[in-house]
């Protein structure tokens, strides 16, 4: 199969890059990804983690924050992808926008974020939501039933006014070391921009950043 992707006449040069580090980017594709009506969740990544006996995995999660120092999400923390980042901190996350032809592969180190922050965040989410996080991620159950059944004995343990106590549950923040941006062009040569910290490449950028474009 082949798709067509983006002509000669719109591509990603370096001389065009306003602020030549990656994080001011990062948040404006993700900002024309937004504005893309056919993108649902311009904010869902792909993480892939490796475990202490160096087999990976990956699984989509959606980003909640941007900053300097790198990028926000949440997840269990008896999650499988949380026990590999306690084992291994190495992580990588891809963000892949199809309409606009547009991929960011970011690698990076994975840490906990204070429980202050994880607790704040977690009382800004919906309480269906707050709720479900008290149920294990990835533990074994019998069948869709039980999942049902213990929704139901939490909510009636809370009832409708008890504040929903934060779980094993909580942020990590990827403190990245290398990002790299990707546009398709339809004749294949795909436009590759990869920035990383204080890395030997071909060009000084921003904050600590340098960058060098990559074949396709």
């Given at each position: 199969l082949r798709i067509k992707y983006r002509e000669r006449k719109d591509v990603f040069l370096e001389k065009n890059?306003?602020?030549?580090?990656?994080?001011t980017i990062f948040k404006d594709w993700l900002g024309e990804a937004t504005k893309t009506e056919e993108i649902i969740e311009p904010n869902a990544g792909c993480i892939a983690t490796v475990d202490k006996n160096g087999f990976p995995s990956n699984r989509f999660v959606l980003l909640k924050d941007v900053l300097d120092e790198g990028f926000t999400f949440f997840t269990n923390y008896g999650s499988r992808?949380?026990?590999?980042?306690?084992e291994n901190p190495n992580v990588a996350m891809t963000f892949y926008w199809l309409p606009l032809r547009r991929s960011i592969r970011i690698e990076g180190v994975a840490e906990k974020i204070s429980k202050e922050k994880s607790l704040?965040?977690?009382?800004?989410r919906p309480r269906a939501s707050q709720i479900g996080a008290?149920?294990?991620q990835s533990s074994k159950i019998p069948s869709r039933e039980h999942l049902d059944e213990i929704e139901a004995k939490i909510k009636a343990d809370l009832g409708d006014d008890k504040e929903v106590p934060l779980p094993n549950w909580g942020g990590y923040l990827i403190k990245p070391r290398l990002i790299e941006f990707w546009q398709g062009q339809s004749d294949r040569l795909h436009d590759r921009i990869r920035f990383e910290v204080d890395g030997k490449l071909v060009h000084k950028g921003e904050n600590g950043w340098v960058y060098e474009r990559l074949a396709p």
């Open positions: 890059i306003k602020v030549k580090e990656p994080i992808k949380a026990q590999n980042i306690s704040e965040y977690f009382h800004m008290l149920a294990e």
